[in-house]
């Protein structure tokens, strides 16, 4: 792993949110701050950190309130999807297969994605349990940190 240094995250005016970091597996975590730091007064704030943030989050600045967006990378999400259970993945590739077939319409033959080969549009497969079949989507709050 090369040898990374953290990185702030400012918002537009340049206010300190947070600060980013790569952890053992060479994954960009958000490590926020619970009030953001203006570096540019004499005296700046206590350094208050609330943890490591793994997902997509928006960060609103306490001193100008401008918002801006922490997404992690798609290795990040694959690093995080690798560590599932089985049935989570499989729940999990069901519901992203239905996204997609909404997003990419697959159902209308008229309109094939650029990229998705029209002769495999009728391979791809169906869920063979319902949502309802799934279970309610569990709304715990976990860490997770990889």
């Keep these: 792993m090369a040898d990374k240094k953290m990185k702030p995250f400012c918002c537009k005016d340049g206010h300190i949110l ?3 970091r790569w952890n053992g597996n060479d994954l960009a975590q958000l490590m926020v701050l619970r009030e953001a730091l203006d570096m540019d007064v004499e005296h700046p704030r206590e350094v208050d950190l609330l943890g490591p943030l793994d997902g997509r989050m ?3 600045c306490s001193i100008c309130d401008d918002v801006k967006v922490w997404e992690i ?4 999400q694959l690093a995080l999807f690798s560590r599932m259970s089985d049935q989570q993945v499989f729940e999990f590739s069901q519901r992203l297969l239905e996204m997609s077939r909404k997003v990419l319409d697959l159902d ?6 650029i990229g998705f080969p029209r002769e495999h549009r009728d391979n791809v ?6 949502r309802s ?3 309610e989507e569990k709304t715990e ?3 997770a940190s990889v």
């Design 125 to 130: 497969a169906t869920s063979p349990i319902s």
């Design 108 to 113: 209308d033959p008229a309109s094939t994605p």
């Design 141 to 143: 709050v976990h860490d």
């Design 18 to 20: 947070g600060f980013i």
């Design 133 to 135: 079949e799934m279970g």
């Design 73 to 76: 990378s798609i290795e990040t």
């Design 58 to 60: 928006p960060i609103r």
